[in-house]
């Protein structure tokens, strides 16, 4: 059975057709290496920043992210969800990353919410993130879009979503692997 049979045969199970897009938060909707940065410049006796209470929901969106999620949402052939893993020795990570979705991106988003270190689990078309590996990326059942947060390729995701499933329907190469 191939990755697609396998997506195919769950979407039947789930009586749901619709394309899945999961979307990663650090790094990718949520801009947590600047915040580290500013935090380690500060009290650099603090090794992980994001041990720290508060430290989530204080992320900055990434330039483009929250306009291009809101665009993929408001289509109707796409099922996008957050899948973000938490920092499992800070407790107040769960919260804390549920607040800012639902500051950024509204409480219905919070309703298709996955917090999980396990993203392989969560069966779906797509998942854009920062990292290749750390958390079950390289084994997700469907296509892996990596997101760059030096070039910012925002605008290379929309346009791949654009193109192959609204106005060409054809096939087109994932952006920027
Ligand atoms: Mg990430």
Redesign the pocket.
Known sequence: MTREDLIKAYKGFINDDRITIYI?????LAD?YKKAKEMLALEPYIKYPQSQYDFFRNLEPIKDAIETYKWLDSQEMFNVCILTAPSVLNAWSYTDKRIWVEKYLGIDVCHKMNISGQKHQSVGDYLI???FEGKGQDKVIGKLIHFHQITNNWSDIKNYFEKKYILNKHETELPSQ
């Open positions: 990663d938060m650090d790094g990718v947590f993130d920062d990292n």
